[in-house]
């Protein structure tokens, strides 16, 4: 099992920046991949970012805005978002597992407000 959760959420102006914590516990070892997805009102849960051995990977939508990276020291994975626009808010959750299967344990979300 391997437990995540994540912080740093909040609320902030169309061009503000926040940086987003996943902090892992349990058998991470057996989870080497670590993603992003987020979910706004009224929509389905996407994709935003994953990271692994063999590099990062961005949703179209976010490239070149959020940067995914990873501090195994600490066991916590960051989501850093700038240029943040409205399109933005929803609640963005983190994903541990396998590359056939990265969606195997979810955090409890933390939400994510970006006003015009």
């Known amino acids: 099992q391997v437990q995540l959760v994540e912080s740093g959420g909040g609320s902030v102006q169309a061009g503000g920046s926040l940086r987003l914590s996943c902090t892992m516990s349990?058998?991470?070892?057996?989870?080497?991949?670590i993603a992003w997805f987020r979910q706004a009102p009224g929509k389905e849960r996407e994709f935003v970012a994953r990271?692994?051995?063999?590099?990062?990977y961005y949703a179209d939508s976010v490239k070149g805005r959020f940067t995914i990276s990873r501090d195994s020291a600490k066991n916590t994975v960051y989501l850093q978002m700038n240029s943040l626009k409205p399109e933005d808010t929803a609640v963005y959750y983190c994903?541990?597992?396998?590359?056939?299967?990265?969606?195997?344990?979810w955090g409890q979300g933390t939400q994510v407000t970006v006003s015009s």
């Open positions: 994903a541990a597992g396998t590359p056939m299967r990265v969606d195997e344990y």
């Open positions: 349990g058998r991470t070892f057996s989870s080497p991949v």
């Open positions: 990271i692994m051995w063999s590099g990062e």
